[in-house]
């Protein structure tokens, strides 16, 4: 189906965690009309003193945060006893559920780009109890477009799976378009798409 742009969202600089520069695309002001994304931050720099000071330990409860690192590492560590590193193409998946504290440790690296949205549970899945996942680059499905290539980050493509959420039925897709080209995405009717400019238009 055809699709017409409802809404456009332009990001603001702020600082966030110890320190981390970054811009905020989607927060408390638009929570209502993107739900169930309540907010989505991108990070880019080259300079590590902008993220090495990462987010010290802080609680989250009642919803998902999702985490995809493009290029660099970036480590996660929780009160439940889960650690773990993902790095460049990869995804940290944590389901905050009834309550967790966890911190992000992000260590120095050529360039440090990524983006990291929060995914509201479902009013019944409030109180579910807290987990943590990486989906690692051997993970993800790689589709060749005419024009591009997409990587299924979650969700489903085509008939080919990628890693299924367990709460919201949120298809994430890495779509690489390349110079002058243009790709054609199929969706649902019914369901909300949202596009973020990670490169390219951009930087």
């Known amino acids: 189906m055809n699709r017409t742009i409802r809404k456009k969202v ?3 600089q702020t ?3 110890g ?3 970054l811009v905020r695309v989607l927060g408390s002001q638009t929570a209502k009309e993107f739900d169930p994304i309540l907010m989505l931050d991108s990070f880019d720099s080259t300079n590590p003193q902008d993220y090495i000071a990462g987010f010290p330990p802080h609680p989250h409860r009642g919803i998902e945060t999702i985490s995809y690192v493009w290029q ?3 480590k996660h560590k929780d009160n439940l006893g889960f650690e773990d590193t993902v790095e460049d193409g990869e995804v940290q998946w944590m389901t905050a559920g009834s309550g967790i504290i966890h911190e992000e440790q992000l260590p120095a690296s050529e360039r440090m780009l990524g983006v990291q949205l929060w995914l509201n549970l479902p ?3 409030k109180m579910t109890k807290p987990a943590y996942r990486s989906i690692k680059r051997d993970q993800i499905p ?3 477009l005419e024009g591009g290539r997409l990587r299924i980050l979650a969700g489903s493509y085509d008939g080919q799976q990628g890693v299924q959420g367990n709460y919201q039925p949120i298809d994430y897709y890495d779509i690489t378009v390349e110079p002058g080209k243009t790709v054609t995405i199929p969706t649902e009717k ?3 798409a949202l596009l973020f400019p990670l490169l390219g238009m951009y930087g």
């Open 10 to 12: 332009k990001g603001f």
């Open 15 to 17: 600082v966030d965690g």
């Open 19 to 21: 320190g981390v520069k």
């Open 72 to 74: 660099g590492k970036m």
């Open 123 to 125: 009013a019944k899945d």
């Open 142 to 144: 790689e589709v060749e």
């Open 190 to 192: 019914g369901r909300q």
